[in-house]
């Protein structure tokens, strides 16, 4: 069973940092023991989405550059038995962490968790290079407008060029109204047009960003249709099973 996850987005704004949050908040709500990394250097989120911001004193490249035990910037987040993160910097940090340290990571954090989920910054760079060796599945979060959908195939591409080949595509911000009035392409269209297995959609929902906003993942709400479509999502991503076609 694949144990480090790596979750990209060809562009920002796709809501990428979002899905690694809730996903990683819905396997321990499950019991899983979870770990979160935030690689998106620089322009660090994570901490926010999980109500962490104020408890953040060390992060992953004081971590790697040994200026604190990996233990110190681990940290266990609010409300939750088996769920812990590690930050990002953040500021532009001359301290690189390569493939190297990544993997070195991952293979310690995989002795105490069942599942690490990287979260790296938009498009392509060097902490996503870092991070592919680490990693056994991407997870490509994108939107349902013809670029965003371009730029996640040229994502794919370029991991499977790196050697990451087992992805998933998970479409966010599905909006029925402008599918309906052809602006967007329909769900169909999308299944159809993709060669990257796609693990789910994501309605556009303003109680997502509502949670967000507030530090507490949207799965968290139990009951809710939301929470079961991430259940869905992750059923399909860890027993390799694409979205249905319609």
Known sequence: MDKVFLVASGKGGTGKTMFAVNLGALLARCGKRVALIDMDLGMRNMDLYLGMENR????IADAMSGMCRLSKALLKVNGFDSLYFMAASPRKDDRQI????????????KKYFDYVIIDCGAGIGQPLEASIPAAQCAIVVTEPEVASLRDADTLVNFLSDHGLRNSYLVVNKIDNELITAGV??????????????IAGMIEMDRRIRISTGRGVP????????????FRQIAGRILTDQPFPAY
């Open 98 to 109: 390569t493939s190297k340290h990544m993997s070195a990571l991952c293979d310690i954090l």
């Open 56 to 59: 953040v004193v060390f992060n």
């Open 218 to 229: 949207i799965v968290c709400t139990e009951g809710t249709p939301i929470e079961e479509n």
């Open 184 to 197: 967007i392409p329909d769900i169909q269209s999308m299944i159809n047009s993709s060669a990257t297995p």
